[in-house]
């Protein structure tokens, strides 16, 4: 159902309502006959008054798993917008995404994505968190998926630029440069 605005509403208020009448979510104390008939009888301006501040209690907020490091924004190199886009296959896109919803509490999949700027050629793998270990084996595999080899890996992923020397070297085992994109 998600949150639709106080027009939408009015407009499936009677396809919704049967059906949730029938799996029994009106015998609910809230949902009184004189509660629905008022729903009923409300206009959009008026739903969205009375949900404003449900609506603003259920919104997701935004979080970030990337932490910047800068310490050594310096000493890295940049691609930049302005950098002559590339025109042959070969110069990756990678980038992580933690899947913890609203929360980092707990354990949560990630995913590493690797997309080819030319082909848009896209390949995922799921990783257990964002520890070099898992990191280096999933680059490793996902570049054996390309079908073309991949001599540039463009990446935002603020951890790959503090990792430990020998990860790095791992990463650019295949002779890849490793830089840091804007």
């Not at 990446?155 to 630029?161: P, Q």
Request: net charge negative.
């Amino acid at each position: 159902m998600g949150f639709p605005c106080g027009k939408y509403l009015i407009v499936m208020l009677p396809m919704w309502l049967p059906l949730m009448e029938a799996a029994g979510d009106l015998d609910k104390p809230f949902a009184t006959p004189a509660a629905v008939a008022e729903v009923q009888q409300m206009s959009a301006a008026t739903i969205d008054r009375y949900l404003a501040g449900a609506r603003a209690s259920m919104q997701l907020r935004g979080i970030s798993t990337t932490t910047p490091s800068p310490l050594l924004r310096n000493s890295i190199g940049l691609s930049k917008a302005g950098d002559e886009p590339a025109t042959i296959p070969g110069v990756a896109e990678a980038d992580t995404v933690a899947h913890c919803g609203p929360t980092f509490v707990g354990e949560f999949a990630r995913t590493l994505t690797m997309t080819d700027l030319v082909t848009g050629w896209t390949e995922n793998a799921s990783i257990r968190n964002n520890a070099s270990k898992w990191i280096v084996a999933a680059v490793g595999d996902l570049q054996q998926m390309f079908p073309f080899p991949l001599p540039v890996c463009d990446s935002d992923y603020a951890d790959l630029w503090v990792m430990p020397t020998p990860t790095r070297i791992a990463l650019s085992g295949n002779g890849s440069v490793l830089p840091r994109s804007v």
